[in-house]
């Protein structure tokens, strides 16, 4: 049986905000740190938690994202990162370099409707 998650998130910070240095060490952002907190708490919300089974090996990746949510000036390469990031460190992926396919699109709201919507496929073994 081939498992396909659906999940539905805030929309992500920029790759460009991810990460900062301080004292000569490497940390999240709190921009990051808000987000993930932010997509827990939506994901706790909608009980989306429930629904998902980790995909241990490989898999495809769609991301779909509102474009009306992000900057005019926004490159939507930026914002996968921490979508699959995120994916992983929640065990919805065992790790993101597991990632065979990634397609990442501009979407109109209804399809993002809260900025961010990832399916996530799994490829047979």
């Known amino acids: 049986m081939t498992i396909i998650n659906q999940v539905d998130l805030p929309m992500p910070p920029s790759v460009n905000a991810l990460w900062r240095t301080a004292k000569g060490r490497i940390h999240r952002s709190l921009p990051y740190r808000n987000w993930m907190q932010a997509a827990d708490t939506h994901c706790i919300a909608n009980k989306t938690m ?20 992000a900057r005019a000036q926004s490159d939507l390469d930026n914002r996968g990162k921490a979508v699959l ?6 065990d919805l992926i065992a790790n993101d370099k597991h990632c065979q ?3 990442m699109v501009w979407t109109p709201r209804e399809d993002a409707p809260d900025g961010c919507r990832l399916i996530l496929t799994e490829r047979a073994p």
């Open 50 to 69: 429930r629904r998902i089974k980790k995909i241990a090996g490989e898999f495809d990746a769609l991301i779909m994202f509102d474009r009306s949510r």
């Open 101 to 103: 396919a990634l397609t």
């Open 85 to 90: 990031d995120w994916a992983a460190s929640r």
